[in-house]
């Protein structure tokens, strides 16, 4: 089991939209619509903000979407603010009641 | 409102034994499966295994088969993380999650800080 792949960092200004790419195989990413991805501030936990994917849990902003191309899922944060700055990290189910993150990327709001 | 409460920060030195703790409450813990995520110092998350306390049945990830056991007691609606000896390489921040909705770490304890040290 190899780690998914996201670009160490990001940064966008406020207000605009920004991207951060997971890149999987076709025995993670590209097998399974489960998908998920995770917000961590600064000494706390993580965050579920993305799931199966596509779905936001009730308590996460519309500003949060997720989508899938092949072995290639993305997490895209629009109308950036100060507080979205943190690091992301994806996560895909790997079969067999297994599991695989991301390396993690940093996002900066200049 | 469910909730994970993890045991709190250890200091053991190479070679001791450790357990640490996550209790869940707000909701039905032997009917969900429950996983422990290990973040090593400024590094990222990675899966160590999970286990349905129900029935008690376990999984690991390759990178952790053999270096630690998860386990759980129902009763007390807590599931455990263990070593038989500590390296200081296990230094890490070691959060318990569920996967109450599906395949997804949907609530995640506030973290254990283990630190291994001469």
């Known amino acids: 089991q190899s780690a998914l792949t996201q670009p160490a960092s990001v940064s966008g200004s406020p207000g605009q939209s920004i991207t951060i790419s997971c890149t999987g195989s076709s025995s993670d990413v590209g097998s399974y619509n489960l998908v998920s991805w995770y917000q961590q501030h600064p000494g706390k936990a993580p965050k579920l903000m993305v799931y199966?994917?596509?779905k936001r849990p009730s308590a996460v902003s519309n500003r949060f979407s997720g989508s899938k191309s092949g072995n290639t899922a993305s997490l895209t944060i629009s109308g950036l603010q100060a507080e979205d700055e943190a690091d992301y990290y994806c996560?895909?189910?790997?079969?067999?009641?297994?599991?695989?993150f991301g390396g993690g990327t940093k996002l900066t709001v200049l | 409102e469910v909730q994970l409460v993890q045991s709190g920060a250890e200091v053991k030195k190479p070679g001791e034994p450790l357990k640490i703790s996550c209790k869940g409450s707000g909701y039905s813990f032997s009917s969900h499966w429950i996983g422990w995520v290990r973040q090593m110092p400024g590094k990222g998350l990675e899966w160590m295994g999970i286990i349905y306390p129900g029935d008690s049945d376990t999984r690991y990830s390759p990178s952790f088969q053999g270096q630690v056991t998860i386990s759980a007691d129902k009763s007390i609606s807590t599931t455990y993380l263990q070593w038989s000896s500590l390296k200081a390489s296990d230094t890490a921040m070691y959060y318990c999650?569920?996967?109450?909705?599906?395949?997804?770490?949907?609530?995640w304890g506030q973290g254990t800080l283990v630190t291994v040290s001469s």
């Open positions: 996560c895909s189910y790997a079969g067999s009641s297994t599991f695989v």
């Open positions: 999650a569920t996967l109450m909705t599906g395949n997804q770490w949907d609530y």
């Open positions: 199966e994917g596509t």
